[in-house]
């Protein structure tokens, strides 16, 4: 028997680093331009939280994308949806949203949150099967069929809830701020950073280690010989499916409760930056859709600042800039 | 002998392109059939047929007896059929590992069958750990065998395994592909490489145009050169 | 034939229904008096054009693109920041689409040229970015567009309602500077379309449909697709630009209401999905079935909405309320693509294939 490998070279194991640097390069070149210490530290806790809650928001839809090819343009009515939902738990209870106790109000917002993440994953078993599964594999008919899902939700919204903007004031235990010598960091904002890392790492436990992650990711990477497998991926692709909508409309709550307000059209906006997130990322990469989240936040927030002007079209300059450098995205997982 | 797979009458359309056009052939149990013909002949799309990821248009597909043409892929893979595709389509993203864990359908790796494959793929023992997509072409093309094999299957499709491979490495490929062939596989090799052919091939079929123009012993075949360079256009003694 | 460049209806039905649409559309300020009709009218003219260039777009290269209101806005407002800036003469108006054409054309071929660099499964996504940014962007610049107000202004003295130009004691009926300004729009949209139905049965329309069919295949027969694309992409842009200088003209006002928003460009979408795909007639008769749904049966909304109310039913006077008339449209929206994916051009030429006993191909 010949030792086949006996002439290759060992090959090294290549791990991309440059997009990882990224974020931090531009949080390093801004200190100086941003001048003032205190000022940036707020600025970068603040696009870590906008970051977190948009990475959230996005995990589903780029998984959804690379995996099955399937353009969802109304990935942003899971967003809303979620967020009205929390309102049906949270204005009853007021009462216990205002009672200064941080358990008190986790009490309401635990439930909130998982009813919110219940509705949204249902509404995107009833969207797959009814707006994605009949034009399965023509991406024209998606984006038309997922977009008109995308204004019938909406407007549902809008018929039951009114088109009124609703409040959603914070948790009296998650107002104000961590105050650490001269640096003012939002309660909030740690909150949602911790959960948006908990969701990360959570995908990415689930993604790398076990098997069901494999298959995802092999998946994502060429579904046919996943089929030739033996694996039965169109069940597979549901329950990504449901599960991406879940987290939006987990990222949806959390956006409420940033904005301290719901309005249907929020999904709107929301979309935009979303799809800028996934385009940067890269379709189906979970770690280039949250490098991708936390530089438009960065964008976002560094440009405000420094750019208040510019801060409209930043995101498209970034997403500008980054295909220019990478024509698919930071990390390209999919063959396609 | 019996038959493990057969087609009999089995057409496919490809969008408005008409592929196979009529095809029956059958791969005896225990033996190898080469499935030979020149580019574009169809040989691709008779196996993507056979495992579901195009659908029979008119025809019929059975395996064990049992008809698959209108089964879907996963269920035909569940049949027993392993499928090592052109491309290879090792999981680049993941490791060797993971290629073959992922492979294992029903459980975990089986160790013996796993230290059988090591005998004669040994440089996946070497990379069990590197991402797939960091080896030679070579190993990928071990790799996607090697997923085919991991569990027992009754039937492996395999599509141009020596393909694009430096002429020592067909030779160690082949070497595998006989081993395979010991332990008593039933395989469908599509194959461009005719020196491949003559040396794996128990049985062969020609295929021209979407329809198979001839069948019989590889043998005889290997030893008539008018015949191969009226089927093939070309002839052993000047493609080896 | 000449006129249509060798591509008729092809359906008896069909050419029967374009006719009374374009003939109620020449005779509308003799046959229907009244403002609200003439608007009608204008309207349908303008987005019979505005979804034709569309359909080159979506219909013939298959291409998802969600900033075809930017080009239309930009039409739109180079010609009413023109008026307003420099007053109603026919400097502004020249002035106004010298500017604004060949702005929406190098846009166009911008975000073409950038768009073939990445993914192209990224286009539709692009897209929305860009026109999104570029909504954001219209409504902060207002000294220049006016900000959510938008910019009204004054039309040249021919163009202006008081301007009679043939009086009523003559033919019975009075010809103002209003009717001479429909003519002006349903002129200049129908050159418009039946540019775009030269252009889709050039050698170059057949390209965009090979590409369209298999991109890689018409690679690799040697055709430049990127030069094609980007082609399609400028022209389509010009002809949007063409039609929101049309519609500036007519409600002598360009906002973001009216040329910007996302909700035109669902209207469009639709236009052309109830139209028929890749047809070009197809925009005529989704402009036309659309915006009369959109002025006379919303209206039929608020009636049901307030009797549904009065009889006290739940839920009903909400869903009927005129405001969700975009609820109707989207679930119209997919039923169309679902049920009716050919639209009612596509109905009536395989209807008229089957009957004469051909295949349809």
């Known amino acids: 028997m010949t030792e086949l490998a006996a002439t290759d070279p060992l090959p090294k194991p290549k791990r991309d680093i440059a997009p990882i640097l990224l974020p931090v390069a531009l949080a390093v070149v801004t200190i100086p331009l941003i001048g003032s210490p205190s000022t940036w530290l707020t600025l970068t806790a603040a696009s870590l939280a906008m970051g977190m809650m948009i990475f959230i928001m996005a995990s589903g839809l780029t998984l959804v994308f690379g995996l099955m090819d399937v353009l969802n343009f109304g990935h942003g009515a899971f967003i809303a949806v979620g967020a009205y939902v929390a309102t049906l738990v949270l204005a009853p209870f007021a009462a216990s949203v205002q009672a200064d106790s941080l358990w008190v109000n986790l009490a309401v917002l635990a439930p909130a949150a998982l009813l919110s993440m219940a509705v949204s994953g249902a509404l995107g078993l009833i969207v797959e099967r009814v707006l994605i599964l009949p034009v399965y594999g023509q991406h024209l008919k998606q984006i038309l069929m997922t977009t008109g899902g995308l204004i019938v939700a909406e407007q549902t919204l809008y018929a039951l809830w009114g088109p009124q903007i609703i409040p959603t004031p914070l948790p009296t235990s998650l107002r104000g701020s961590f105050i650490i010598g001269d640096v003012a960091i939002a309660k909030y904002r740690v909150l949602a950073t911790l959960i948006g890392l908990a969701v990360f790492i959570a995908i990415q436990l689930v993604l790398n280690r076990t098997k069901l992650g494999l298959l995802i990711r092999a998946g994502v990477e060429n579904r046919e010989m996943v089929e030739a497998l033996g694996y039965r991926i169109r069940r597979l692709f549901l329950g990504v499916f449901m599960t991406g909508s879940a987290l939006a409309g987990l990222g949806g709550v959390m956006w409420a409760l940033y904005r301290e307000q719901v309005h249907a059209s929020m999904s709107d906006d929301l979309t935009v930056l979303i799809f800028i997130v996934v385009i940067i990322g890269g379709l189906g990469s979970i770690g280039g859709c949250f490098i991708g989240a936390i530089l438009v936040a960065m964008v976002a927030n560094y440009g405000g600042f420094l750019v208040p002007k510019l801060a409209l079209v930043s995101n498209i300059l970034l997403m500008v800039a980054i295909l220019m450098w990478r024509p698919r995205g930071l990390y390209a997982v999919t063959s396609r | ?240 | 034939m000449m006129i249509l460049s060798g591509d008729p209806p092809k359906s008896r039905v069909l050419t029967l229904v374009l006719i009374v649409i374009i003939l109620a559309l020449a005779a509308t300020p003799f046959l229907f008096p009244g403002a609200k009709a003439l608007n009608v009218a204008a309207k349908i003219c303008v987005f019979a054009a505005l979804v034709a260039s569309y359909d080159l777009l979506l219909g013939y290269t298959g291409s998802v693109s969600f900033a075809h209101t930017m080009f239309y806005g930009i039409g739109s407002y180079a010609i009413a920041i023109a008026l307003y800036g420099m007053g109603p003469n026919w400097a502004a108006i020249a002035t106004g689409i010298v500017a604004g054409l060949p702005l929406a054309a190098l846009l166009a071929l911008a975000i073409g040229l950038f768009s073939l660099r990445v993914a192209a499964i990224f286009f539709a996504m692009i897209t929305l970015a860009v026109a999104s940014a570029f909504q954001v962007l219209a409504s902060q610049l207002s000294w220049l567009t006016g900000g959510e107000d938008g910019r009204s202004f004054q039309l040249p003295e021919l163009l202006r309602p008081g301007t009679i130009l043939i009086s009523k004691s003559l033919f019975g009926f009075e010809v103002n500077g209003r009717i001479l300004t429909y003519y002006l729009v349903f002129a200049t949209s129908a050159v418009m379309i039946l540019a775009l139905l030269r252009v889709v049965n050039s050698p170059f329309g057949r390209v965009l449909q090979a590409i369209r069919e298999n991109r890689f295949r018409a690679e690799a027969l040697g055709f430049r697709t990127v030069f094609h694309l980007t082609y399609a992409n400028c022209l389509a842009a010009l002809v949007a630009a063409g039609a929101g200088i049309l519609n500036a003209l007519w409600l002598r006002y360009a906002g973001p209401d009216t040329s910007l928003s996302f909700s035109i460009m669902l209207d469009i979408l639709l236009m052309v999905v109830i139209g028929g795909m890749g047809t070009i007639y197809g925009a005529i008769i989704g402009a036309a079935i659309f915006i009369l749904a959109q002025n006379y049966l919303q209206s039929l909304m608020g009636v049901a909405s307030k009797a549904a109310s009065e009889a006290g039913l739940p839920l009903l006077p909400g869903l009927l309320h005129p405001d969700r008339w975009l609820l109707w449209l989207g679930l119209l929206f997919i039923a169309s693509v679902y049920f009716f994916p050919t639209g009612v051009v596509g109905r009536l030429r395989n209807a008229g294939a089957k009957k004469a006993g051909g295949v349809s191909h």
């Open chain 2, 1 to 240: 002998m019996t038959d493990l797979l057969k087609l009999s009458g089995v057409h496919t359309h490809i969008g408005r392109y008409h592929i196979l056009q009529g095809i029956d052939l059958s791969v005896a149990q225990g033996q190898t059939t080469m499935l030979l013909g020149r580019n574009g002949a169809g040989k691709t799309t008779t196996l993507r047929t056979i495992m579901g990821l195009w659908q029979a248009s008119r025809g019929e597909i059975s395996l064990a007896g049992e008809r698959i043409e209108s089964r879907t892929t996963p269920d035909i893979a569940r049949l027993g059929v392993g499928y090592v595709p052109e491309s290879m389509a090792v999981f680049s993203d993941l490791t060797v590992k993971e290629n073959l864990v992922l492979a294992a359908r029903d459980g975990p790796l089986d160790d013996s069958q796993l230290e059988w494959i090591f005998g004669f793929f040994p440089a996946l023992r070497r990379f069990w750990l590197s991402r797939a997509g960091s080896l030679s072409g070579g190993q990928k093309q071990m790799l996607s065998i090697a997923r085919a094999i991991i569990e027992p299957r009754k039937l492996l499709l395999i599509d141009e395994p020596t393909k694009g491979l430096a002429p020592a490495i067909v030779v160690a490929l082949i070497e595998c592909l006989k081993e395979i062939k010991r332990k008593g596989a039933t395989i469908l090799l599509v194959e461009q490489n005719f020196f491949a052919a003559r040396e794996l091939g128990d049985n062969v079929l020609v295929m021209d145009n979407g329809t198979i123009v001839h069948r019989g012993d590889m043998a005889a075949l290997a030893s008539d050169v008018p015949l191969q360079e009226r089927l093939l256009g070309l002839s052993l003694e000047t493609h080896q």
